[in-house]
């Protein structure tokens, strides 16, 4: 059933052709897995950025043992495309635009389907439009855009913030199989790196 599980969620969260990913099995490398949980536990905790994910999952003093890895995988690379926004494009979406700390990145967590309108007094609101959800990263330098994650109507993503100038968390819940109940599930990403690291939140009993 883990494995099971780690493969549905792998499928839908890869960016890139699935001929140019490097899938490592965690079951299989537990060294590997240890060393990944560390890291991130030290980026997650010593840089802050606890407290940001306690709000968003809605419990207090969060410990790293409620995070479990399902998987990691790297990209040989990311599916680039030209990116060319509209002129109020950072204005109206700038509720779901997350810049890394260097300005280098962009994280952009909800402004695919998503439909900007704006009140009498010009104020803007979001909603949505399509079912699907895509989270990518836009690279302010050279103009280009990347899909990181892509999930369908099951889907919720919460929110999204960088860990550092390179690595960003996002957090989101996904229906389980036969409606069985929900999966909060938070993804660590190294854009620079192109390494994708995913947990399954796991409350205390």
Request: glycine share 6%; hydrophobic share 40%.
């Amino acid at each position: 059933m883990k494995i099971f599980f780690a493969f549905i969620f792998f499928a839908f969260a890869i960016a890139c052709n699935s001929n140019n990913t490097q899938q490592v099995d965690v079951y299989d490398s537990v060294e590997t897995a240890l060393h990944v949980k560390s890291a991130d536990s030290l980026l997650v905790f010593e840089g802050r950025v606890s407290g940001w994910l306690n709000r968003n999952l809605a419990v207090e003093n969060i410990k790293w043992t409620n995070l479990q890895l399902e998987n990691f995988w790297n990209e040989d690379s990311l599916d680039l495309e030209p990116f060319t926004p509209a002129p109020d494009f950072y204005k109206d979406y700038s509720a779901v635009l997350h810049w890394s700390a260097d300005s280098s990145y962009i994280l952009d967590v909800g402004s695919y389907g998503m439909i900007p309108v704006k009140d009498k007094k010009g104020n803007t609101t979001l909603e949505a439009g399509d079912p699907d959800t895509e989270i990518s990263v836009i690279y302010t330098k050279t103009g280009k855009k990347a899909r990181l994650l892509f999930a369908g109507p099951s889907s919720f993503i919460i929110d999204g913030q960088w860990v550092d100038t390179s690595q960003a968390m996002i957090v989101g819940t996904f229906d389980k199989e036969n409606n069985q109940g929900k999966d909060t599930l938070v993804w660590m990403i190294d854009i620079k790196d192109q390494f994708f690291r995913l947990y399954n939140f796991k409350a205390a009993r």
